[in-house]
């Protein structure tokens, strides 16, 4: 498969040259690097604690006292080349500052893709140093994390975060498919765009769970020139266990409307969430206007048990 081609070396291995998250940002550059590295760890921590591919496709970093594993090429796993290849894209879209939202979902039936287990959310801003800007919920400006440390501390902290999420999340069924959609930025995105390893994919899209599902809130880092936000969906029941709803943005019966067709519907509005569904497009008239260019992978991963 072409991502065997990784050997020329591989866009996440020369990422990760010099400090994992450095103290302070200067350029844009450096910003965009940084971001590179966290989302590739973000989605390394994620297939490696889930338990997706097997430890050959993984190699060692460490950040204080934290063990990262970070995938790498693996000809005996092509799972793990192919999510190699959509992060690749991803980072295509990032460099051209496309990139809005890449959704990781996890699915037990390759027929029944709206029925999902596991939704991971990154949204990405782009800004000017300086300039501020309302990203989260709690309108924090995000200047703060061009200050020296900050951009560090945040990152490790999604890290932990994420860490401890993975740690307690019941369970994937013996059978599971991974895929990864892109959102884009309508106004500077062409509608002839498709980075490597993606094709044209469906805007609208209603996923379900088999139970009530929860918004779980892992953390945001901001650069002064790009800001990343990673949420992530799943069943209430599968993260009972976690102490203090430390990553609950909304009680476990309600979760913030997803909306990777526009700006408009930011998360902790106060509109209500059907149980057992979440509504991933707006659905007027006035709003299939605005409606994001959508990519999806040229294939999908399926995973089974005797591959984990």
């Not at 590179?36 to 970093?61: M, N, Q, V």
């Not at 990781?104 to 501020?132: A, C, D, H, R, S």
């Not at 390893?197 to 379900?208: A, D, I, P, R, T």
């Not at 526009?262 to 409606?291: C, F, H, M, T, Y």
Request: aromatic fraction near 8%; include cysteine.
């Amino acid at each position: 498969m072409a991502i065997a081609q990784l050997s020329h070396p591989i866009r996440i291995r020369k990422a990760y040259k010099g400090p994992i998250f450095p103290s302070q940002i200067s350029d844009q550059e450096e910003s965009l690097a940084t971001v590179k590295k966290l989302f590739a760890t973000c989605i390394s921590c994620i297939t490696y604690l889930r338990g997706l591919f097997p430890e050959s496709s993984y190699g060692d970093r460490h950040l204080e006292d934290l063990n990262l594993k970070i995938l790498r090429e693996d000809k005996s796993s092509p799972g793990s080349e192919l999510i190699i290849k959509w992060i690749q894209g991803c980072f295509d879209a990032l460099e051209r500052g496309y990139l809005h939202m890449a959704i990781l979902t996890l699915y037990p039936n390759p027929k029944e893709p709206e029925k999902v287990t596991e939704i991971y959310q990154f949204k990405f801003k782009y800004t000017n140093e300086g300039i501020t800007m309302d990203f989260d919920s709690s309108n924090t400006s995000i200047e703060s994390g061009t200050k020296r440390g900050h951009i560090k501390k945040a990152s490790i902290l999604l890290l932990r975060k994420l860490y401890m999420l993975m740690q307690n999340l019941g369970p994937l069924p013996n059978d599971v498919v991974l895929t990864m959609k892109l959102h884009y930025y309508n106004a500077v995105t062409p509608d002839y765009y498709q980075p490597p390893g993606f094709k044209h994919g469906v805007n609208s899209h209603v996923v379900l769970f088999e139970g009530e599902p929860v918004n779980l809130q892992v953390g945001v880092v901001s650069t002064g020139f790009h800001n990343m936000k990673l949420k992530v969906i799943t069943e209430a029941a599968r993260v009972s266990d976690l102490e203090d709803n430390l990553f609950q943005e909304n009680s476990v019966s309600e979760v913030a409307p997803q909306a990777p067709d526009g700006d408009e519907e930011e998360e902790g509005s106060s509109n209500q969430v059907p149980r057992r569904s979440i509504e991933l497009s707006q659905q007027s008239s006035e709003s299939a206007r605005k409606r994001r260019k959508v990519s999806e992978p040229l294939r999908r991963i399926v995973l089974g048990e005797e591959t984990r």
